[in-house]
């Protein structure tokens, strides 16, 4: 399984996005610039992998899958791993002392379950928002 | 780039910008050891097991998503709204864990903006059902009008029946499944998540698709512009089965007889020299 796939080809490594420079088709070779994101945004879920975690928060919302989850993967942000939040369209970095497993589909898991304890917690930036400009 | 730099500085004096695009690191706030809180601080705490439903017929379109609101914040997790008759825009911008039965069908832009509700229609529906859904499921009984999940952001968006035209324009995520047939231009501008659909597919389908993935089960009229056949995985195949048996939309014969389409990514030439090309060519 390894690092999945990335624009056609497969990803010789998960950590391809942590140790390269994010150039790797021969446009990007030649504007030095990387296009896209750092990670298969079509890498389809494997449900073997479904932690306690989200399989508690599917109930909870009354769905019979991941869901919204489905988009959500362990990206890489200048370096460090992290996980795209669309609340507040922004990277939220991993903490540094998590240890990453060695495959993609399972750091997606971690990501999602990391993700869903961020947005719902009182500390989420969303919730100052929230009382600040709501209407109704 | 450092052999780029001509092309650089002639971009600045062109005054073109050349601004990397990036977003926004958050390094504060999070831990990893946060108490386990499955919906969001401000939701209402809602019941599936309790019960209530109003008739909408006299109703404005407003009182109806009002009404439905006070019952969520009365703590009743399920609601039947009788009588909609077709009329625009309700049960928009719910971002609660509910579930939401509508018996009849809804007008233009019906179910948009949601997070997280599972929505039933027994009819059919206007343009551009669940229009910016971010999560949830949406399940349509019969058929759908144009746009059918315009930008789409996330959740489950399902119609066992037909519909238009441009189906998934702009979808930025989450799945969009037809039971029957979709129209021209369906996954125009798609720029992530997946479609399916069971039955046909009209003229250009995945026009200019960014990034993102369509099965279709029966005949595509016409690829659109940088849409591209794509390989169907092992992977693809599960979820495909495990997705459509969800909403009891399996073909009886499975799915080896899908074609995944994906982004050619021929379109993949957005960079910060672009404009500077534009201006030569031009």
Redesign the interface.
Known sequence: MAGGTYKGSELGHVDHFIDGDGLDSEREIEIGQHIGYRYDVNLLPDYDRLTPFLTTYIETMGWDDLNWLEDVHMGYEEGRPAVFDRNINGWVSIPEDTELPDNQQDRDMLARELLIKFQMSRRHPLVELNKAYRKF | ?A??SDQDNESYEMGMHTE?L??????I????R?G???????SFDVD?DKRAEFDAAGLEIAEINLKIRELMESGHGTIVVRNPGARHSIGVGILN?L?LIIDGSLGYFGVGLID?P?VRISGRVGWSCAENM????VVVEKNGGSTFGAAL????LVCRGAVGSRTGIDMK???IIVGGDTGAYSGFMMQ???MVVCGNAGKNLGDSMY???IFVGGEIRSLGVDAVPGEMTD??RA?LE??LA?YELLPSRGVGHFQKI?AG?QL??????EPTEKKIVL
Request: without cysteine.
């Open positions: 780039m052999g780029l990397q990036a977003g926004r690191t958050q390094e706030f999070f831990s990893p946060e386990e809180n499955f919906v969001h601080p401000d599936f864990r579930n997280g599972n971010m999560a949830g499921t952001r996330g959740g489950d995520g989450g799945t992530r998540g997946r990034d993102g993935t992977l693809d979820w495990r997705k969800m994906v990514k993949w030439n957005y960079d910060n020299l």
